[in-house]
């Protein structure tokens, strides 16, 4: 009799189906059970910053372009001057370099198809603003895409950036650029992930006009100032408008130290050394900075934004207007028209490049920008050169001290004149005669 016991690990069929899961109790308009919290699903752990710091990375890369553009651009307006010195400005990072040399190769060979034969070094122009407008577009997405309605009135701006500088590219024929590429993609995948629907600047056929630049710049700037900071930021910059008023007699070592303070202190609350309150607060105190005084990484780093936010902003302005010529004036130019000057710190601005050169009669104006970091032995080959007359040292941009400068001019006997305020001609000829006439006319 065959055995038809079930073998060992298996199972009789059943013919009993699966409990039904009882039907929910109607309530007929019953109040719903009170809230309990250990039957609440946990939400998923916010994503980790690197998003932001990926959109920082890219930021700095397409500011470091800006840079590379400008350089570019500039070197070929020294060229048609016939300067001597076409790369005495060169951007520090090789890598930039290299890419500059090939934007410039693109500008030639699209210069070719000009029936004028004449180069548009206004092209060159576009991609340095388009690269900045796109940097400070993701600098703003950066600070505003987790909050609510932030991508949603943000995004727009930088597609249209984004966009601008691809057109702008295309123009001088030049390479896709990866950096370029790379925010068009992030911009999709957020407009899919907040389900937004971009309008315009998302296709190839609807590109902006890279022309457009600077008011793309002005509208970033504007939506980052409309943004609302924090109770504790609002009460920060209350306190340092209070110690920012005129004060008659200047400000104390105490007072300096308290607006250092409370630069670092609004930095470690979220606020960008980029910000826009920060300038109207520090732009009207600049010309006081006290001289000599070791200055704190946070508030270097809001002077080299305001620094870069007045040289960008230059060519959004109409050009320079060159002050009446003063006595000092005439004088500066007797003692050094024919000759070249160094000027060592801040970013280098082009018109007031021209002003000061024209108006001094120099035969060269080398404008050496600082970078943090970076070793004044870099600066030795300029200030070494004969027909250099004397160098500036814009202190208040300047990230290297006196002393450092100053070692390199006394080897090769050439005086250093520190320029504590602007750049304007007659500032620039009273510092002069004031610290090294004297040595100008032995000469």
């Known amino acids: 009799m065959p055995n038809e016991t079930p073998a060992h690990g298996e199972h009789e069929p059943s013919d009993t189906k699966p409990e039904r899961e009882p039907l929910r109790e109607l309530t007929l308009g019953r109040s719903k059970p009170p809230f309990d919290p250990s039957k ?24 470091a372009k800006a840079d590379a553009a400008r350089w570019a651009a500039e070197r070929q307006r020294r060229i048609h001057e016939r ?6 400005v060169a951007p520090s990072d090789p890598a930039m370099v290299e890419w500059a040399e090939k934007l410039t190769d693109a500008f030639y060979w699209a210069s070719t198809d000009d029936p004028e034969g004449t180069p548009d070094i206004a092209r060159l122009d576009a991609v340095a603003g388009s690269f900045e407008a796109v940097a400070e577009g993701l600098l703003l997405v950066r600070d505003t895409h987790r909050r609510r309605g932030g991508l949603e009135r943000d995004l727009p701006l930088l597609a249209e950036t984004q966009s601008a500088l691809r057109r702008a590219l295309h123009r001088l024929k030049a390479q896709e650029d990866p950096d370029q590429s790379e925010v068009y993609e992030w911009v999709r995948d957020a407009a899919i992930r907040q ?12 590109m902006a006009d890279p022309a457009g630049w600077p008011g793309l710049l002005a509208r970033i700037e504007a939506q ?13 910059f209350d306190r340092l408008r209070s110690l920012a008023a005129p004060i008659e007699g200047g400000r104390s070592h105490e007072s300096w130290q308290a607006i250092f303070s409370l630069v670092a202190e609004l930095i470690a609350e979220g606020t960008p050394p980029s910000s826009r309150e920060f300038r109207e607060v520090l732009l009207p105190l600049l010309d006081d900075l006290p001289e000599g005084e070791e200055m704190p990484p946070g508030f270097r780093l809001v002077l080299r934004e305001i620094d870069r936010y007045l040289a960008i902003r230059q060519t959004l302005t109409a050009p320079v207007v060159t002050d009446e010529p003063t006595a000092w004036v005439r004088e500066a130019a007797r003692l050094i028209s024919g000759r070249s000057l160094v000027l060592i710190g801040g970013l280098r601005r082009p018109e007031t490049q021209r002003s000061l050169k024209r108006a001094l009669g120099l035969k060269e104006l080398v404008w050496l920008e600082t970078k943090e970091h970076q070793s004044v032995t870099t600066f030795e080959p300029a200030i070494a050169r004969p027909d250099v007359a004397l160098v500036l040292l814009a202190i208040r941009w300047s990230s290297h001290a006196f002393g450092d400068v100053k070692l390199y001019c006394d080897r090769h006997v050439k005086p250093l ?14 510092q002069i005669l004031s610290q090294c006439s004297g040595h100008l006319g032995e000469r």
């Not at 300067?83 to 005495?88: A, M």
């Not at 389900?195 to 609807?206: G, Q, S, V």
């Not at 980052?224 to 920060?236: D, H, I, K, W």
């Not at 004149?417 to 750049?423: F, Q």
């Open 83 to 88: 300067s001597e010195s076409p790369d005495e």
């Open 224 to 236: 980052a100032g409309s943004r609302p900071g924090s109770q504790r930021q609002a009460m920060l």
């Open 417 to 430: 004149v520190r320029l504590p305020g602007g750049y304007s001609t007659n500032q620039v000829a009273a």
């Open 40 to 63: 609440v699903r946990p939400e998923p752990e916010l994503p980790a910053r690197d998003e932001d710091r990926e959109l920082e990375s890219l930021a700095t890369r397409c500011r």
């Open 195 to 206: 389900h937004l629907f971009l309008k315009r600047f998302m296709r190839a056929d609807d």
